[in-house]
Each structure stands twice: as structure tokens, then as C-alpha cells.
């Protein structure tokens, strides 16, 4: 069974383009979670999402970010017109349940130059 | 949301037993008690949860205090690769939540 699968691994892009972050969960898995780590910082929950269904956003930015899990294929976090500040490393998890153990990919780390 | 509060680092030696406190005193009820573990540029690694019982896996074990109100990882005999940040979140065990609210996390040094 494959593990999460993230890419790009890595990411450049300039000011005011837009990065798409892919993210395939584990075979089975249909919860989808994504968290942000900013250099030195800790790792911040960003939103969480079932097929289709986005359940809880309350950790993402209000403007310029979203995310979506379709009914098929990979979920997608997107950030336009990204910014020096949004230069971090974006992990993905699934889990099998709700509130059960979250398997995380091995993150995208995007550089806005 | 469960806050937890965590030692910024710890040390060890090789093939000693390492104890890793967790203090989650807004813990509810219903909240698991989960640890995960980073390697430097690495995700995260899912080590352990437990609910309310002490649990046990191939990694390490979980130690929950009565009240819940703290935990703490049990790794039995540390070895090299255990160096890491691990961290304690809890998460709830309701339906249509299970986000991680991660903390600083406590740096683990195993020495040889």
C-alpha cells in the first residue's frame, strides 16, 4: 500500500503566480488533511477535507487559498498570487477515519521568489 | 481546541528507555491524545494515540493519566533514529473534526 503521495516535492514561484500543491491519499483513505510549517515554526492545521466535502476551513487564509478533494483524483491546495510570506513546506495527511491516525506525505516546499 | 504544553527538548543515551511529558490539561472528553514524530525535512510520522487506556504498539507506548489532564511517550530503548521533534495534539473523537493542533514539540537527542 502506497503511502501519501505529494507533488510537486518542490516549488519556485514568483510573486503573483499561482501554486498548485497535489496531494494522493493512501489507498482507502477518504479524510484529507492539510497543514502549513513556516521555516522554524511549528506545524499549523489548515483544512480538512472528505470527498467532495470541505468540513472544516478554519485554519486557512481567507483570501487567495483554497483546497478541494473531487470525487476523483488527488486533492488540490491552491494559493494565487502567492506572496514571500507564503514560502513554507505544505504536508498533506489522510486518515482512514475521523479523529484516527493521520498519515502524512512527505510535504511540498514552496519558495516564492 | 486541546492546547498542550510539551518540554522544548530532551536528552538521551542509546538503548536507555526515554519518557516524553505531554500536559493537555483543556483536553475534552471525547478528545484522542495522538503523538506524531518529524525528522529534519520530513513529514510528520504517526507514533501512537489512546483515548482514555494506556496503549502499546511496535514504536512505543502510552501512558494516560487518570484525570487525562497529561500523557507521556514511552520509548523503551532509544536508538539513533528516534532523534526527532516529537509532538502530542489532541483531536477529537466526534464526528466531522480530527485536525492536529500541534504545539513547539520537544526535541529529542539520543546520544551514542
Known amino acids: 500500500n502506497a503511502g501519501v503521495m505529494q507533488n510537486p516535492r518542490h516549488l519556485v514561484r514568483r510573486r503573483g503566480q499561482e501554486a498548485r500543491l497535489r496531494c494522493s491519499p493512501m489507498?482507502?483513505?477518504?479524510?484529507v488533511y492539510w497543514y502549513r510549517q513556516l521555516p522554524e515554526e511549528g506545524l499549523k492545521f489548515m483544512v480538512y477535507l472528505q470527498k467532495e466535502n470541505i468540513i472544516d476551513e478554519s485554519g486557512m487564509p481567507k483570501e487567495r487559498f483554497s483546497a478541494e478533494f473531487p470525487k476523483e483524483g488527488p486533492s488540490i491546495l491552491r494559493i494565487q498570487q502567492v506572496v514571500r510570506g507564503d514560502s513554507a513546506a505544505y504536508f498533506c495527511?489522510?486518515?482512514?477515519?475521523?479523529?484516527?491516525?493521520?498519515?502524512f506525505g512527505p510535504g511540498t516546499r514552496l519558495t516564492v521568489t | 481546541d486541546a492546547k498542550t504544553t510539551q518540554p522544548n527538548s530532551m536528552e538521551s543515551n542509546e538503548e536507555e528507555p526515554v519518557h516524553l511529558p505531554c500536559n493537555h490539561s483543556t483536553i475534552s472528553g471525547t478528545d484522542y491524545i495522538h503523538w506524531y514524530r518529524q525528522l529534519p525535512s520530513q513529514g510528520p510520522e504517526y507514533v501512537i494515540h489512546?483515548?482514555?487506556s494506556n496503549v502499546n504498539n511496535r514504536m512505543a507506548s502510552l501512558a494516560i493519566a487518570e484525570d487525562r489532564k497529561s500523557s507521556t511517550l514511552i520509548l523503551h530503548r532509544a536508538t539513533l533514529r528516534d532523534a526527532a521533534v516529537y509532538y502530542c495534539?489532541?483531536?477529537?473523537?466526534?464526528?466531522?473534526?480530527?485536525?492536529?493542533?500541534f504545539g513547539q514539540g520537544t526535541t529529542l537527542q539520543v546520544k551514542p
Open positions: 489512546g483515548l482514555t
Open positions: 495527511a489522510s486518515s482512514p477515519r475521523d479523529g484516527g491516525e493521520q498519515y
Open positions: 495534539s489532541g483531536t477529537r473523537g466526534s464526528s466531522n473534526t480530527g485536525k492536529l493542533i
Open positions: 489507498k482507502g483513505h477518504s479524510h
